[in-house]
C-alpha cells in the first residue's frame, strides 16, 4: 500500500504548509514556475501529482488537457475534490508504468516524486518517448546532498543545535531508510551525475538547474534561514530533440 493511503500518515501530510496552501506553501515553487513552459493549448503530463495543484495551474494557464498520475488513491480522491474542470482527469497509475498510456504529450511535469523512483534513466526514456518533438520536461527532486547520507536530517551538539549536515556515501546510489511524518518511508539516493546524464544520453538538452532556495518571503518562518546552509531540492527543466 502507498503510504499516503495509510489514514494516519494522510492526515499528517494534510497538515504540512503545502498542503494547506498549495503552490503558495511551497519553498521552491517561486523558482519552480520559472521553469515552466508556457501552456496555452499544451497537454500535460503530471507524474505524481498529489492534490493536483500543479495540474491545476497548468490548466489555469491555458493547458488543453492535464493528466495527473499518482498511486495514492487518498490523493488522488483529494485531487478529485479540489478539481473543477473537466479538462483534468487523474488515474491510479505507477510512474514507472506510464510507458503504457496511449496518448503523447507536449509537456511532462513532476514535483517530488522522482525519488520515490528506484531507476530515473528508465523514467527519463519513457517520457521521451511520450512527449512530442521538442517537448518539456520539468521535474524537482531531493538533492543529491540531502538524500546521501540518509536519515535526513541534522547532525546535532548536546545544547540541539545544528551544527552540519551529514554527507556520505554519496557515490552508492540506491533505496534510503529516512522517517518522514513520523512514518519509516524508502526512497532512492541518486547522485547528480545520474540526474543529468540521463537526461542528455537520452535525447535531451538541459534548459535550466536549479538548486532551490526558499522564497525570500519565507525567510522569517521557523527553521527556513537552516535551508540556506545545504540544498534540498534539485529543479531541472529539459527538452526533448
Sequence with gaps: MNEYDNLEFFESYSQMERSKKGL???????????????????????????????????????????LGLDTSQRMLDQAKQMTQTQAIHYKNMKIEDVNQLEQTFDCVISSLALHYVSSFEEVVQKVYGLLTEKGTFVFSVEHPIFTAEGTEDWIYDEKKNKIA???????????RETTFLGKKVSKYHKTLTTYLNSLLINGFDLLEVVEATPDPSMMDLPDMKDELRRPMMLLISARKK
Excluded: T
Design 24 to 66: 503558495a506553501g511551497a519553498g521552491e515553487w517561486h523558482q519552480f514556475k520559472k521553469l515552466l513552459p508556457d501552456f496555452r493549448g499544451k497537454r500535460v503530463l503530471d507524474l505524481g501529482c498529489g492534490y493536483g495543484w500543479h495540474c491545476r495551474y497548468a490548466i489555469e494557464h491555458g493547458a488543453s488537457f492535464v
Design 165 to 175: 549536515w551529514p554527507v556520505d556515501s554519496y557515490f552508492d546510489e540506491g533505496i
